[in-house]
């Protein structure tokens, strides 16, 4: 029996032959990536009495959780990370101004790439897995370990796949193709997820780290997409050091495969408060009120988001009543949309620009509500109370969604929104 | 490995961020263990006495890697089971050294009150109250290694790896 690509990679960074499910084995980790919480008070790990670290040259430390600074304790943590970095010589430092949510760092500058295994101090880091890498988050206690040994232990997980057919239609993203998945299949709790099929030809490499950070929210292990032409022009540019693509075998075991028509596919929304089996196509819940849109994060922040946004509002406002918030995924991504205008248009619209940071998808900064507030967003999650009162609603959305229900100030399904051909 | 103690019960896909809320960021860790479940069960973490059992159903610790397992332990928890659990919050469980296991339906075992004995290394669980049994994931050897150490840090500190 052959094995799966999670198998494959995990096998190889543990030096056997073969894994399978329930197997529990020691890895070498080719990345590590840690993040300016680990550093604030309250972030549960006093990352400043390592001795020594394994390997500096194989960790990454940025900001971007509270960039800039919402609080002193904030300010406090990031001269925790800059005392960090020059204590162990971490070359790989990015500090405000060269900075932007880490999973769209460790992609934009080359650290994921095919075959390799990374591990980060953050739930979404099987963003990764659009490069063909098995990335998992880890909390502060596991990632001080593999800090200081270089190490850890994975078990692996059986794998469901996604075999995904034809193209997304107008007006709708790979958010969607996400928030489908969810709503009809539920979580994917202990497992790992893995995407083929001919459809993914057509999904470019910003919809598949929109899908595969997006993975975190049914709790899976890892969700890795394959190796391809499309993949490789990305990397070209990019990746730092050689890479080995890594290629499910035809005979690998799945405990499950579930086919996706891409071209069927419609914009979904969630509902409040969870993801899993909580998703419904956007017609089904349109003319909710909302009070707040969001476009960004590590989901959705990138520059084929903004592009998006920009054609879809230009010549529009944002309806009274409704803040839009706009939130780049990196510094590279918002000087791109500043150079090519679609910042000015969306200002223009009436959309509020931040710099890129996590911001208030995680309740941070940036963006917050209060009770009895409802908001739509391309972010992470939906958890009751994460982004503000426990008293509003987060509802997940695909880009066109987002901005379709900014204009209208209630939810709305772009298709009804803009003309057809409009996202052309 | 065993583990004794009253029960509290919770339903599914209980979060990280209930469990430790954006309210808990950045204060103090003696401060943080009150705001657990503040926005889903105002005023539960007040009546937490130390030794107490969580039983939860499936999902419990969806969401992000902040170590909810260590506000649950500084509440005084002795322990939790579940239906099923999120990986990396099982993780956290085990590197902070919160004794955690799952089991495909547990909680229909449990009612809030019930007093739970349930053991890491065999996976065995008993309801002492209403004398239901049933079997668990039980945990590996390198995994008993760190929650008896009591946790990563202190595993890592034994080792020579952290500063005293």
Same mark, same amino acid.
């Given at each position: 029996?052959?094995?799966?690509?999670?198998?494959?990679?995990?096998?190889?960074?543990?030096?056997?032959?073969?894994?399978?499910?329930?197997?529990?084995?020691?890895?070498?980790?080719?990345?590590?990536?840690?993040?300016?919480?680990?550093?604030?008070?309250?972030?549960?790990?006093?990352?400043?009495?390592?001795?020594?670290?394994?390997?500096?040259?194989?960790?990454?430390?940025?900001?971007?959780?509270?960039?800039?600074?919402?609080?002193?304790?904030?300010?406090?943590?990031?001269?925790?990370?800059?005392?960090?970095?020059?204590?162990?010589?971490?070359?790989?430092?990015?500090?405000?101004?060269?900075?932007?949510?880490?999973?769209?760092?460790?992609?934009?500058?080359?650290?994921?790439?095919?075959?390799?295994?990374?591990?980060?101090?953050?739930?979404?880091?099987?963003?990764?897995?659009?490069?063909?890498?098995?990335?998992?988050?880890?909390?502060?206690?596991?990632?001080?370990?593999?800090?200081?040994?270089?190490?850890?232990?994975?078990?692996?997980?059986?794998?469901?796949?996604?075999?995904?057919?034809?193209?997304?239609?107008?007006?709708?993203?790979?958010?969607?193709?996400?928030?489908?998945?969810?709503?009809?299949?539920?979580?994917?709790?202990?497992?790992?997820?893995?995407?083929?099929?001919?459809?993914?030809?057509?999904?470019?490499?910003?919809?598949?780290?929109?899908?595969?950070?997006?993975?975190?929210?049914?709790?899976?292990?890892?969700?890795?997409?394959?190796?391809?032409?499309?993949?490789?022009?990305?990397?070209?540019?990019?990746?730092?050091?050689?890479?080995?693509?890594?290629?499910?075998?035809?005979?690998?075991?799945?405990?499950?495969?579930?086919?996706?028509?891409?071209?069927?596919?419609?914009?979904?929304?969630?509902?409040?408060?969870?993801?899993?089996?909580?998703?419904?196509?956007?017609?089904?819940?349109?003319?909710?009120?909302?009070?707040?849109?969001?476009?960004?994060?590590?989901?959705?922040?990138?520059?084929?988001?903004?592009?998006?946004?920009?054609?879809?509002?230009?010549?529009?406002?944002?309806?009274?009543?409704?803040?839009?918030?706009?939130?780049?995924?990196?510094?590279?991504?918002?000087?791109?949309?500043?150079?090519?205008?679609?910042?000015?248009?969306?200002?223009?619209?009436?959309?509020?620009?931040?710099?890129?940071?996590?911001?208030?998808?995680?309740?941070?900064?940036?963006?917050?509500?209060?009770?009895?507030?409802?908001?739509?967003?391309?972010?992470?999650?939906?958890?009751?109370?994460?982004?503000?009162?426990?008293?509003?609603?987060?509802?997940?959305?695909?880009?066109?969604?987002?901005?379709?229900?900014?204009?209208?100030?209630?939810?709305?399904?772009?298709?009804?929104?803009?003309?057809?051909?409009?996202?052309? | 490995?065993? &583990?004794?103690?009253?029960?509290?019960?919770?339903?599914?896909?209980?979060?990280?961020?209930? &469990?430790?809320?954006?309210?808990?960021?950045? &204060?103090?860790?003696?401060?943080?263990?009150?705001?657990?479940?503040?926005?889903?069960?105002?005023?539960?973490?007040?009546?937490?006495?130390?030794?107490?059992?969580?039983?939860?159903?499936?999902?419990?610790?969806?969401?992000?890697?902040?170590?909810?397992?260590?506000?649950?332990?500084?509440?005084?928890?002795?322990?939790?089971?579940?239906?099923?659990?999120?990986? +990396?919050?099982?993780?956290?469980?085990?590197?902070?050294?919160?004794?955690?296991?799952?089991?495909?339906?547990?909680?229909?075992?449990?009612?809030?009150?019930?007093?739970?004995?349930?053991?890491?290394?065999?996976?065995? &669980?008993?309801?002492?109250?209403?004398?239901?049994?049933?079997?668990?994931?039980?945990?590996?050897?390198?995994?008993?290694?760190? +929650?008896?150490?009591?946790?990563?840090?202190? +595993?890592?500190?034994?080792?020579?790896?952290?500063?005293?």
């Amino acid at each position: 029996m052959g094995m799966t690509m999670s198998e494959k990679i995990i096998a190889a960074h543990a030096g056997v032959n073969r894994v399978k499910p329930g197997d529990i084995v020691t890895c070498d980790v080719d990345w590590i990536g840690i993040h300016d919480m680990f550093f604030t008070v309250g972030g549960q790990g006093d990352f400043s009495k390592i001795k020594k670290l394994h390997d500096p040259d194989k960790t990454v430390v940025l900001l971007d959780h509270g960039v800039p600074s919402p609080t002193p304790a904030d300010a406090e943590g990031a001269c925790g990370a800059r005392a960090f970095v020059k204590k162990h010589g971490v070359k790989n430092f990015f500090d405000v101004g060269n900075h932007g949510v880490i999973h769209q760092k460790l992609a934009e500058e080359g650290f994921a790439a095919p075959g390799r295994m990374i591990a980060c101090g953050d739930s979404h880091t099987c963003a990764a897995g659009a490069f063909n890498c098995a990335a998992g988050g880890f909390g502060p206690a596991d990632m001080i370990y593999v800090l200081c040994v270089g190490q850890n232990w994975y078990q692996v997980a059986p794998t469901v796949k996604y075999e995904l057919y034809g193209a997304l239609p107008d007006l709708v993203t790979a958010k969607d193709l996400f928030l489908h998945i969810a709503g009809v299949f539920g979580e994917a709790t202990n497992r790992n997820v893995e995407f083929g099929g001919p459809g993914l030809s057509s999904l470019s490499v910003p919809s598949r780290q929109s899908v595969a950070t997006m993975c975190a929210e049914i709790n899976a292990e890892f969700a890795i997409f394959p190796h391809d032409d499309v993949l490789e022009a990305y990397l070209r540019a990019r990746a730092r050091g050689a890479y080995e693509p890594v290629a499910a075998d035809a005979d690998a075991a799945y405990e499950e495969v579930r086919r996706i028509d891409l071209s069927e596919l419609a914009p979904y929304v969630s509902g409040p408060h969870s993801i899993p089996n909580n998703c419904a196509p956007v017609r089904a819940s349109a003319g909710l009120p909302i009070q707040q849109a969001i476009l960004g994060s590590c989901s959705n922040g990138r520059i084929e988001d903004l592009a998006l946004a920009a054609r879809l509002i230009k010549g529009k406002k944002v309806a009274n009543g409704v803040r839009f918030l706009v939130t780049p995924a990196s510094q590279a991504i918002y000087l791109e949309a500043l150079r090519k205008g679609y910042l000015e248009t969306l200002a223009e619209a009436g959309a509020v620009i931040t710099n890129a940071t996590c911001g208030a998808c995680y309740g941070g900064h940036l963006g917050l509500i209060g009770a009895g507030e409802r908001c739509v967003s391309t972010t992470t999650r939906n958890f009751k109370g994460r982004m503000g009162s426990a008293d509003a609603e987060i509802l997940l959305a695909g880009p066109a969604t987002v901005v379709a229900s900014a204009v209208c100030g209630r939810i709305s399904d772009p298709r009804d929104c803009f003309e057809r051909g409009a996202a052309q | 490995m065993t &583990i004794k103690g009253k029960i509290w019960k919770f339903g599914d896909d209980i979060n990280t961020d209930l &469990i430790f809320p954006r309210t808990a960021f950045r &204060i103090s860790p003696e401060e943080q263990p009150r705001y657990v479940f503040s926005d889903n069960r105002p005023g539960w973490s007040a009546s937490v006495a130390p030794g107490d059992v969580l039983v939860a159903g499936r999902n419990f610790g969806t969401g992000s890697s902040r170590p909810g397992a260590l506000l649950l332990k500084r509440l005084g928890l002795g322990g939790m089971l579940s239906d099923s659990m999120n990986g +990396l919050f099982f993780r956290n469980c085990i590197g902070y050294g919160f004794p955690a296991m799952q089991c495909a339906g547990v909680s229909a075992l449990f009612e809030e009150g019930d007093v739970a004995e349930f053991d890491l290394i065999s996976g065995a &669980i008993r309801n002492l109250t209403s004398g239901a049994t049933a079997f668990g994931n039980p945990i590996s050897r390198g995994m008993a290694e760190t +929650l008896e150490a009591g946790g990563i840090f202190e +595993l890592l500190t034994q080792k020579g790896y952290l500063e005293t």
